[in-house]
């Protein structure tokens, strides 16, 4: 953990992405007031888990690729305390070059996606520093933010679930219809925002409160419970879930959280897989 909160430069050049150790702080503690950052993952798609009970659990894949610490936002100079993580390193030459020297300043790989994450002052990470899957633990609940799919220009049925017109005798060609969207001469006019066909998906999206299933260390991935917004490899923000603070946001038995995030050596000492625990009664168990 303390090589975690260490001096990093890391130089730009490809494959190099290790932290130097100039300086030590201690490790910072972890409270139920603390807000550690997020990550930026890609979204697999979906496949499914059984727990001890035979219970099928529908899952989505996300999997980690080079995430970093790119900048460091405080409220000195910002007014708030964020990270900027990015993601995804990318070839220089499709790189614009105010961000290469953007990159470059860092000491990091220019990265394809960026995104920022308010934390609190204790969990500042250094410049440089990589986030891996193990920065959540299974069991916890996390939020997960992403474009929702694009389903272009759609009618009234299926963008805002409306029932339609009659499917009886003396509707003509109107069946699916929006039916009357205005008044009468008082006011004579639409309201904004009035629920009508338009432009459908597309739009920023958060599922909140869902349940680390699984975490691959060697691949990196995050299986999480239920669907993800997006379309399959798309970036995806993960945080922890910002409903289910302080020792709701997992187990007592896996709290605290890896804060501010885990460390390279306790990866390295850890199993492949980690599974949430389920727990419980057998659900096909009848009570007499």
């Not at 001469?185 to 920023?204: C, I, L, S």
């Amino acid at each position: 953990m303390a090589s975690l909160l260490s001096s990093v430069r890391v130089g730009l050049r490809a494959g190099c992405r290790t932290m130097s150790t100039a300086t030590t702080t201690q490790p910072a503690t972890w409270t139920h007031n603390s807000l550690r950052t997020g990550v930026i993952a890609r979204k697999k798609g979906m496949t499914a888990m059984w727990d001890e009970w035979g219970v099928r659990i529908p899952v989505t894949v996300l999997q980690m690729e080079q995430c970093q610490v790119v900048q460091v936002l405080n409220e000195e100079t910002h007014g708030y305390t964020a990270l900027q993580i990015g993601s995804t390193d990318r070839t220089p030459k499709n790189v614009t070059k105010p961000m290469l020297g953007h990159f470059e300043r860092a000491g990091v790989e220019p990265k394809r996606k960026l995104f920022e994450f308010t934390v609190t002052k204790d969990a500042v990470l250094p410049v440089g520093t990589e986030l891996v899957a193990s920065h959540f633990v299974p069991g916890q609940f996390v939020d997960c933010s992403a474009p929702t799919m694009g389903k272009g220009f759609q009618g009234a049925m299926k963008r805002h679930g409306f029932g339609g017109q009659p499917a009886s005798h003396g509707t003509s060609v109107t069946h699916r219809s929006l039916g009357s969207t205005g008044q009468r001469k008082d006011p004579g006019k639409v309201f904004k925002g009035k629920k009508m066909a338009g432009r459908m998906g597309g739009e920023q999206s958060t599922v909140q409160n869902l349940k680390v299933m699984k975490i691959d260390n060697a691949l990196n991935l995050i299986y999480v419970k239920g669907c993800v917004p997006g379309v399959d490899d798309q970036f995806v923000k993960v945080r922890d879930a910002i409903k289910k603070r302080g020792n709701k946001i997992a187990p007592t038995d896996l709290l605290p959280l890896p804060f501010p995030t885990i460390a390279p050596e306790t990866v390295k000492a850890m199993p492949r897989e980690l599974v949430a625990k389920t727990g419980g009664a057998d659900p096909y168990v009848m009570s007499e």
